[in-house]
Every structure is written in structure tokens, then in C-alpha cells.
């Protein structure tokens, strides 16, 4: 590769709502990917936790190419049979008993919160309320934008809709506080492990307090796995690892590996809330997507890539960890599976392209967390290739020298 021959890439007629690291991806191969120049990059974000197989995995690759041979799109109007086989497989992993499909992150969530709407008003309240949670992320329609915790991506867009009563995270008398002796509340709404709020947990034993509450005050419990779930953690979904089932489940970035899908999966108190006509998506479950969606769960059991993301990621956090052990600087190290978060005591976001220009692919959120979600493909090598880049980067931001 000749550095000299490489002209920056800009997208002048794309609306410029992104900050953009100066590269154009070209083609890929497992957790690896290439640039229009030919440099090589270790890919450490899978799309933001989207390409859960990776790049170009030959049996997801053969199974799209012949479904846009034989259907990409028929509507809602006809039955489309892989949706039932794919909502089949989230039942049952999930413990579940229905789904609704759509296409992305906050369709899915927005659809959850009219779920949650209609819940209440099915109940007579008129105004419900849902509980969401300091630092959320749920997506950026006004919903739920709404719904997000972030005053950085409310800020000019307002009036938000008061739907909402917030609240921190892991503080059971904080929840109960906010809401005891209100009859408008109707559900209570997380991220299982908040993903761009900085990567942080919640206690299993919280989980397991808010689900006990949600039955006895008859609310809907809402876990947000749009980034956590399908496998990342090395369960099906991160609720899983507490022990408990919610009531609505919204999916979407990895379920379909790259091939853009989100759905709705909902348990025995919320499977029958929406009736004809109360909801519907144009694009919601084709043909295509629905693919997407079996072979890469079907792709993801025959490799046994769960038990690989639980794996691959204990080792990843445990070298993190070590390499970082002297370094004040790294607040904390934590996360589950492939879904890990380092935290430093200043923002990085320079690192995003610092990490690029060294072959690795990362992200930073909540300025200051450096955040790992690669394929669950990874292999052990390839988590030490990166922590071997990240680390003198990290070292060098951390000492003002970057
Ligand atoms: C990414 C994300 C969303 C929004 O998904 P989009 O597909 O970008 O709309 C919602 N919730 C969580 C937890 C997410 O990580």
C-alpha cells in the first residue's frame, strides 16, 4: 500500500450527520476488512454489533444470494413463511410466544412503546407512563428519543413527548420511589446492558427485583436487547443470565447479520395487545430479512458461536484487564461476552481514528468508553491483536501525547 496514493473520502451530496472516520471500506473476510487502498483492518465494532458472522460468511452469503434470486419483498399482504420460522426459533429460545417484525433498532422500540401505550389505555389509564433509565439509548424517533437518557441527542428537538419517568440504574428503592402510590405507570423499559450509554450492566439481582415488581403491580417488563441480545453475551439474550423472561423483547442490529431486520418479541401478557390494523410495517419481514434471520440464528448453533463469544470474551476482558492493570488511567474494564466496555478517566474519542490508522476497527461512546462488540466469531489471536494495538494507543492518550 502507498500512503501517497490515498485520497480522503467524502460524501459531499450525503447529508453530513456523522463524524466520520477518513476511510471507505471495500470488502471483508471474517472479523477481517479491507479499504478502497487495500489496508487491512482487524474489525473490533461488527457494525456497531450488527455483523454477528462476520464478513462474507460463505453459508449466509449462499443463502442470500439464492433468496434475491427467488424474493426480496411481497408485503404484509401474503403470508411470508420464513417469518413464521424465525419468529418459531425466538419463541423458542426466548421462552416467548410472539413476534412482529420490522426493520430497525427504534421501529422496534418505538412499536414496544405503543405496545406499552396501548396496554394502558386498554386498562383505562389515559395517560400511561413508562420507567426508563438514566444514560438509556432506545433509539432516535421522537419516542424514542424520548425514551433515551442523553441530553447531548434530545438537544434540539424538542418538545419530547412526557411519557417518561427516569431513573438510575440498579437502585431498586430509587424505582420504587418514583413510582409508589402512582396508578399511571405501566411498564418499566431497559437496555439489559446499556450499550451506548457506556456499557454498563444491570445487576441480575436488580433484573430479578424488577421483574418480581412488574408482576405484582401488573406492568409490562421491556428489556431492550437491540444490541445485547442474539448471542452477544454468550446467551440468547442478556436478560437470560439473570433468570428472568420480559414481557416485550425488541432485536434488531444482530439478528440479521448485517441485513437490516428488527423485531418485537412478546411474551403471554403483551402477545395479543396489538390487534388488526393497529400496526404494520411496509418492509417489516420480507423475504430477504427473514433469511437473513434463520441462517444466521440456524449458522450461529451449527458453529456453536455463542459458547465462543462467552469464551473469547472472557479471555478478552481478562487480557484487557492485565494490560491495563498499571494503567490508572483505565477506570474500569467490564461488559459480557463480545460486548465490552473500557472506561477511561478522559475522553478518547480520538482513538477511533487513532485505532483505524493501526488496522483496528472500534468505537468510543459515551466519550470516554472505549467500546468492543466484534463478530462472535472471534478467535483468541484476534483478541490479542487487540489489546496488543489498543494498548500503547490508550497508554499514549492517557499520557497527553495523542
Ligand atoms: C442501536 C440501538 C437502538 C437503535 O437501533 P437503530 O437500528 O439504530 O434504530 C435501540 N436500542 C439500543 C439498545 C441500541 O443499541
Known amino acids: ?87 418459531a426459533k425466538l ?40 420507567v426508563v433509565y438514566e444514560r438509556a439509548f432506545h433509539g432516535r424517533s421522537i419516542a424514542t428519543l424520548s425514551a433515551t437518557g442523553n441530553p447531548k441527542i434530545h438537544a434540539g428537538f424538542g418538545p419530547l413527548i412526557d411519557d417518561f419517568i427516569r431513573v438510575p440504574l440498579n437502585n431498586i428503592d430509587a424505582l420504587k420511589a418514583a413510582t409508589d402510590g402512582r396508578d399511571d405507570v405501566v411498564a418499566v423499559f431497559f ?32 428489556i431492550d436487547e437491540v444490541q445485547c441480545g442474539v448471542g452477544r453475551t454468550g446467551k ?39 390487534q388488526p390494523g393497529n400496526h404494520g410495517s411496509t418492509f417489516g419481514g420480507n423475504p430477504l430479512a427473514m433469511r437473513a434471520g434463520v441462517e444466521t440464528l440456524n449458522i450461529m448453533q451449527a458453529d456453536n458461536l455463542m459458547a465462543n463469544a ?11 484487564r492485565a494490560a491495563f492493570a498499571d494503567q490508572p488511567g483505565v477506570v474500569s474494564v467490564r461488559g459480557k461476552g463480545l460486548m465490552i466496555g473500557v472506561e477511561l478517566n478522559k475522553p478518547c474519542g480520538q482513538l477511533i481514528g487513532l485505532a483505524a490508522h493501526n488496522g483496528l476497527l472500534i468505537s468510543v461512546t459515551a466519550d470516554t468508553v472505549i467500546r468492543l462488540v466484534p463478530p ?23 499520557a497527553g501525547n495523542a
Open 1 to 87: 500500500m502507498s500512503s501517497a496514493a490515498h485520497v480522503p473520502p467524502s460524501s459531499p451530496h450525503v447529508m453530513n450527520t456523522y463524524g466520520r472516520v477518513p476511510i471507505a471500506l471495500s470488502h471483508g473476510q471474517g472479523c477481517l476488512v479491507w479499504d478502497v487502498d487495500g489496508k487491512e483492518y482487524l474489525d473490533a465494532l461488527g457494525g456497531i454489533a450488527v455483523n454477528t458472522l462476520g464478513h462474507a460468511h460463505p453459508a449466509l452469503v449462499a443463502a442470500l444470494r439464492d433468496q434475491v434470486g427467488k424474493l426480496i419483498h411481497t408485503s404484509n399482504y401474503y403470508h411470508v413463511p420464513n417469518q413464521e420460522v424465525l419468529a
Open 91 to 130: 419463541v423458542a429460545l426466548s421462552g416467548m410466544t410472539n413476534v412482529f417484525f420490522c426493520n430497525s433498532g427504534l421501529e422496534a422500540n418505538e412499536g414496544a412503546l405503543k405496545m406499552a401505550r396501548k396496554f394502558g389505555h386498554d386498562k383505562g389509564i389515559d395517560k400511561p407512563k413508562v
Open 191 to 222: 437496555e439489559a446492558i446499556q450499550g451506548e450509554g457506556g456499557v454498563h450492566p444491570l445487576d441480575e439481582a436488580y433484573m430479578r427485583d424488577v421483574r418480581a415488581l412488574c408482576d405484582e403491580r401488573d406492568w409490562l417488563l421491556m
Open 236 to 274: 440468547w439474550f442478556a436478560h437470560q443470565w439473570a433468570g428472568i423472561t420480559p414481557d416485550v423483547m425488541p432485536l434488531a442490529k444482530g439478528l440479521g447479520s448485517g441485513v437490516p431486520i428488527g423485531a418485537i418479541v412478546a411474551g403471554p401478557k403483551a402477545a395479543n395487545i396489538l
Open 310 to 320: 462467552a469464551e473469547v470474551g472472557d479471555y478478552l476482558q481478562a487480557q484487557l
Open 376 to 398: 462472535l466469531i472471534l478467535t483468541r489471536a484476534q483478541a490479542d491483536q487487540i489489546v496488543a494495538i489498543l494498548k500503547p494507543l490508550v497508554n499514549d492518550v492517557l
